[in-house]
């Protein structure tokens, strides 16, 4: 099956006075001035079945498609990433984990 590296990321809102956790497929740009902000270094996890990951033509350099549609990337309440596609959301999985 194939898999993908997503990060972590912790975004520090200076506006809010408060720091926001979601999921990327890039790591956090070190060279900001965002201080507290960081990613976890990563982890790899297994795409769904009909996945893929491709390249795009945004700043986002790449992203996940399912069926050839692009797919959201969030966080669930449980903090785990949740790809949403038109077929609904898949709790994604990591690759070193047991069945």
Not at 19 to 33: A, I, N, V
Not at 58 to 67: P, R, S
Not at 81 to 91: H, K, Q, V
């Amino acid at each position: 099956m194939p898999t993908v590296k997503i990060y972590e990321i912790t975004i520090a809102s200076f506006i809010a006075g408060k720091q926001e956790k979601g999921f990327s497929l890039k790591p956090w740009y070190r060279d900001t001035d965002y201080r507290g902000s960081a990613d976890d270094g990563g982890a790899n996890y297994i795409l769904p079945r009909g996945c893929e990951v491709a390249k795009t033509n945004t700043l986002e350099d790449y992203a996940i498609y399912h069926d050839g549609k692009r797919c959201g990337l969030f966080k669930s309440a449980g903090g785990l990433p949740i790809l949403a596609t038109d077929e609904g959301g898949f709790i994604l999985r990591r690759a070193n984990e047991q069945q």
